[in-house]
Each structure stands twice: as C-alpha cells, then as structure tokens.
C-alpha cells in the first residue's frame, strides 16, 4: 500500500514536472512569437546599418554643368528702372572676370542623387536635376565617375531615365509595391543632401497618396531628413526595395523639416518601362474634360452618392466618337470604379494608348456603358472644344437666380471672344447677397447649359427652373463658361424669382 502510494506520489511529481516544462516552453513559444509580431509591426531592424551597406553601391551622386548666359540685369538688387540700376549694372561688370565681360556664357554645376536599376547601367533621378544639361557625370559609391547620357523625362512625374556604360555589371535595386507602404512604416533615404556626398537618414511613411501639383502625382510623405541634393535619389522600405523617388521638400527655409515627397515607385515603374522602350511617355487619352462631383451636383442631376468625374467638355477625340456626352458623370473606367477626377486622370494615363475599354456613365438617372478606344495624350496636349453651333434667337434680358442674364448679341459675342455659332446666356450682373456670387459667378461667364439642357434663351432657363422643381430637386444644374474653361455649378433654386 505504501509502495503504490509512492508510486503515486512519484507519478504526480513527474507529472508537474511535466505540466511546468510544457507551460513553460509554451510561455516561451508565446513570447517568441509576441516578439515576431511586434518586430514585423515596427518594421525597423536594431541597426540600418546592414541595409545601407547593402543598397548604397546603386545609389549615386549625380553633377550636372550647363552653360548659361550672364545676365547684365541687376536683379534682385535694384528695381526696374530705378537711378540706382546703372551703378549696381557697372558694379557687377566689374566683379564678372575683371569687368567688361558681363554677357559672357558661364558654366553652371548642380548636384542631385539616383540609383542605378539594371546591371548594365540605366539610372533613374528626377527630371529637374538634368533638365538643361550638357554634361552629366554619375558618381558612384565606390569613387568610380562615369559620364551618363539621358535616355528619357517625363516632365509630369519629374522622372528621368539615364545610362551609363560601364565595362563590368554594376550594382543595383529593385523597385518595391508602393501600394502596400502603411503609414507608419520605417522607410530609408540616401542620396547627396546639399553636397555632402553619400548620406543615409530614416524615417517613418507619415502620409500617402499626397498630390502637389501635377495630374499623375502620387507621393508618399515621409519626415526621413530630405534636403537640396536628395533630389532623384531612392527612398527604401526595409527589404531594400526602392518604393519613392525623393522629389521635393515643404519648408520655409530650404531645409528639411520632416515633410518630404518622393514619387510612388508604381508611378515611376510606369514612366520607366515607357522611358526604356520608346524614350518618352505614351499615356492614354480619353477626351473629356471633367470635375468632381459634389453633394449639391449629385443632388441636382439625382445621382445617389458623391462619386464619379462630371463631363464638363467632349473636344473632338475618342470620348466624342464614342458617345460621351457633356453632363454625363463618368462611373466606371475599364472595370475600375471612378472615385474623383483624379483617381480617373491617373487610371486613364497608366492604360494602353488604343485600348478599347468599357466607359459606364450616368445619364439622364440611368447608367449606360460605352465603349472606347483610348487615344494618346501627349498627341492631344493642344485639343481644342469643339464649338456648338447653333443660332441664337432674338435677344432679351431679365434677372433670375440671382444674376442678371441676357441672350447673346453679336456685340457680346464679339466682346466676349465667342465662337460666331455659340448659344447660351451671357451673365451681365451677379447680386453680391445670392447664391450664385457665392457659387462664384460673375460678370461675362455664359451659362451654356441648365439641367444638363443646351440654352438658347431665358425662357429655356425658366423652363428648366420649372423642370426641377416638379421633380423635386433643391438646385438646378448649370453648365458656365469663363474664358471658354467650363464647368458645372448647382445653383440653389431659392432664388429662382423672376424679379
């Protein structure tokens, strides 16, 4: 009895020795894997150091010299025209290379950065560091200089493609999805900041999709120190894959902040590939001219959610032979929803030039799909509206919504630059207390089109005014047009009292 008593009390010993070992290496498997998960989340190694070791043998310095002509203008010092112009004219003759010699062409060098992409020496920077030059000398990490010839730019996402030729493959990087950078995540910059040679900083993705000035931009934010001479050079996720291309800094002193840009690298893939076959962008065009949709458009033409870009023009060109009318709200491009117009300029401009592709529209409180065949844009910079000839009737004026209004005389078509067969309502007077001054109509604008209806007279536009207030709509759709740029405005119909 003894015996099995301490068999049993041997049993359960060797049982809690058991129970601990197994909660302790479970306790371990679960901090091990606790600080897997918060390692991926940080995204950041103890040291960058292994990283930049890795990919700083593809970044390069990159000096550019152009000659420039000396001006003999003090400007900057004196203003136009002032007594004082000659002394500082003669002043800086003197100090340009003894004096006489003010007009003489001088040779000017800048500094920026890129990285090199293939093996056998294609580099990529931004357009605006090579933009003008007639030298360009690559630099690479190791010393080695070679000079670079440029292959292509596109001015729109400031990207340019060199190559070098170098006798021995050359290191290189690979480019990274943009699109799955989080903010928060650690991102590395290297490049040639205000010419001090190589240079690493790091820092976080603090926003993306940031949009500064040009149609396709895409830029992630990042407070990794960007300064003058970063221009060009790559920003690096963790894996050292290249997800930007640092292109500007926000700072009122020149200097870095913590609000630096760099061009998403699926933007710049894009600009590459087309720069590597043809030596320039080859983007599609549809033909529109557009702006977004607001909640008062939406309402005014019964469209349910705020989305889609408002067909304001359709010049001559695809969207024109496809059907595509002025006040048609684009929907969906090619299978892809339409969020804004920017989300469509960029999905347009990233397809094929002479893809067919299915365009889904709303119009007159229905959708329609229609089919186009995509020209290119960089052959369509300079299209011009088509006019939209009809006659105008006898003239007459009133004041309505808010404005005064008269038809179109030959005398206003003259003094407004009109197209000779050019209908619609020639604004006269806005009221500073309506709804149109705040809407931002004023004086010489046309309203070409109410309700998404062509205009010939001011009883076309009571006609209208009486059309949606049946349907119950709160404001009415108006298609203006200032200098011949359209766009469309939805004017609250409180106004709407002849007067």
Do not use: C
Request: net charge negative.
């Amino acid at each position: 009895m003894s015996k099995a008593l301490a068999l049993s009390h041997s049993s359960q010993r060797d049982t809690r020795t058991q129970l601990k070992w197994a909660l302790a290496m479970g306790l371990s498997v679960a901090l091990l894997l606790l600080q897997t998960l918060s390692a991926a989340a940080r995204g950041a190694p103890e040291s960058f150091a292994d990283l930049a070791e890795k990919i700083s043998p593809a970044v390069v310095n990159i000096t550019t010299t152009t000659t420039v002509a000396r001006s003999t203008t003090p400007r900057g010092v004196v203003p136009e025209g002032s007594p004082f112009e000659d002394f500082f004219r003669e002043f800086q003759d003197r100090n340009n290379n003894g004096g006489g010699n003010g007009d003489r062409p001088r040779r000017s060098s800048a500094l920026g950065s890129g990285f090199v992409i293939s093996e056998d020496g294609f580099v990529v920077t931004n357009n605006h560091v090579i933009e003008g030059a007639d030298e360009i000398l690559i630099e690479f990490f190791e010393g080695q200089e070679l000079p670079a010839k440029v292959i292509g730019t596109d001015p729109n996402t400031d990207i340019a493609l060199l190559k070098v030729e170098a006798e021995t493959p050359l290191s290189f990087v690979t480019f990274g999805d943009s699109d799955v950078a989080r903010v928060g995540d650690w991102v590395m910059a290297m490049g040639n900041p205000l010419g001090q040679g190589f240079s690493v900083s790091a820092g976080i993705v603090s926003a993306r999709n940031r949009a500064l000035s040009g149609s396709y931009d895409d830029y992630i934010q990042t407070d990794a120190a960007i300064n003058r001479g970063n221009s060009g050079g790559p920003l690096f996720n963790m894996d050292g894959q290249v997800v930007g291309v640092n292109t500007a800094i926000l700072s009122p002193n020149g200097g870095s902040i913590g609000i630096g840009f760099s061009m998403a690298s699926n933007v710049v893939i894009k600009v590459v590939d087309q720069l590597k076959e043809f030596g320039e962008t080859r983007r599609g065009w549809l033909g529109v001219r557009i702006q977004d949709v607001t909640e008062d458009v939406a309402e005014a033409i019964g469209l349910e959610k705020v989305a889609g870009a408002l067909v304001t023009d359709v010049p001559e060109g695809p969207s024109a032979e496809a059907g595509i009318q002025s006040g048609d709200v684009i929907m969906s491009f090619d299978g892809k929803e339409v969020v804004d117009t920017r989300s469509l300029v960029r999905t347009v401009g990233n397809t094929a030039v002479g893809k067919a592709v299915r365009v889904v529209v709303f119009r007159d409180g229905k959708t329609q799909t229609l089919k186009v065949t995509l020209g290119r844009r960089e052959e369509a910079e300079g299209a011009v509206p088509a006019a939209q000839p009809a006659e105008p009737e006898a003239p007459a004026k009133t004041d309505i919504l808010g404005m005064t209004v008269s038809e179109i005389t030959d005398d206003l078509r003259e003094q407004l630059d009109l197209a000779q067969g050019a209908t619609g309502l020639v604004v006269q007077d806005v009221d500073d207390l309506s709804k149109a001054y705040e809407k931002g109509l004023r004086a010489g604008d046309v309203i070409t089109e109410a309700g998404q209806q062509k205009l010939a007279s001011v009883d076309d536009l009571s006609t209208q005014i009486d059309a949606a207030r049946e349907a119950g709509r709160k404001s009415l759709l108006l298609l203006v047009r200032r200098s011949g740029d359209p766009r469309f405005v939805a004017l609250s119909l409180e106004d709407s009292s002849m007067r």
